[in-house]
């Protein structure tokens, strides 16, 4: 039986690293990007499998709506909710315009193509959705000493986080898997296009990143941070979170009144 697996930001980065193992792994694909040169040569250079370009800016409604058009009516076993654009930078300094493409592209976009992805895949029986995020979504608390202020971008992150687990609670059961991915730094253009110089900073390879992402969905893990080596520490932090969440009470707490 072919497997098809659609990627969003294929044209670089971990989205091209992601296509280029799922082809050599079998899957025909359906590479999403802004840039049709790349696509097209993506495409050209993975002549094993079908490759469908398919350009699409998913900043725009234009774009998300014809991408998710794709992920209702073709047969998807996985679906790579990847692209993303950086915008590091304070709120109060962040362009408007940018604000509303970073929060479309990694809220609304991954929001809205798994919604159209997972009727199918469940009328199937089968498939996965991976979210990548990064490892920011889980830098909220830092002090402004440790953590440049990104404040929009880490929201974005942690929404990835809490859908995918809400998610993969709610799909529990019908034989698809969830997974969000969080990988620290990676050695990918994505921070060179905002100017940012990161090569003195050790960074993960993109295709280390892929290994895990298509590990960890073998293993099960809804949460997956390729470079944390003690996985006990993801544990505690979402113990943590139901704890405080099981504590609520209709009563206000006691340092309130």
């Known amino acids: 039986m072919t497997k098809l697996a659609l990627v969003t930001g294929a044209s670089s980065g971990?989205?091209?690293?992601?296509a280029r193992r799922l082809a050599a792994q079998g899957y025909d694909l359906v590479a999403v990007g802004r840039r049709k040169d790349r696509l097209d040569a993506l495409a050209a250079s993975l002549p094993q499998v079908e490759v469908q370009p398919l350009t699409a800016d998913l900043s725009t409604a234009e774009g998300v709506d014809a991408v998710a058009e794709v992920c209702a009516t073709r047969p998807l076993t996985l679906l790579v909710n990847n692209a993303g654009v950086s915008h590091y930078m304070p709120l109060s300094e962040l362009p408007a315009d940018k604000a509303?493409?970073?929060v479309t592209v990694k809220v609304l976009a991954p929001t809205m193509l798994t919604r159209a992805a997972v009727p199918g895949m469940l009328a199937r029986g089968e498939g996965s959705i991976v979210n990548v995020a990064g490892m920011i979504?889980?830098?909220?608390?830092?002090?402004h000493t440790l953590?440049?202020?990104?404040?929009?971008?880490?929201?974005?992150?942690?929404?990835?986080?809490?859908?995918?687990?809400?998610?993969?609670?709610?799909?529990?059961?019908?034989?698809?898997?969830?997974?969000v991915l969080c990988p620290g730094v990676v050695a990918t253009e994505f921070h060179e296009r905002q100017g940012l110089d990161l090569s003195?900073?050790?960074?993960?390879?993109?295709d280390d990143v892929v290994t895990a992402g298509l590990r960890?969905?073998?293993?099960?893990?809804?949460?997956?941070?390729?470079g944390v080596e003690d996985a006990s520490l993801l544990d505690a932090v979402f113990q943590a979170?139901?704890?405080a969440f099981g504590a609520q009470s209709?009563?206000?707490a006691s340092r309130y009144r």
């Open 200 to 206: 003195a900073v050790p960074r993960m390879s993109a």
């Open 250 to 252: 209709p009563e206000l």
């Open 14 to 18: 971990i989205g091209m690293a992601f």
């Open 137 to 143: 979504a889980f830098s909220g608390p830092a002090p």
């Open 147 to 179: 953590m440049p202020r990104r404040a929009v971008y880490a929201g974005t992150l942690a929404h990835l986080v809490a859908m995918s687990q809400a998610l993969h609670a709610e799909l529990a059961g019908t034989g698809i898997k969830v997974q």
């Open 216 to 226: 960890g969905l073998e293993l099960g893990e809804v949460v997956c941070a390729p």
């Open 241 to 243: 979170d139901l704890a």
């Open 100 to 102: 509303r493409e970073l």
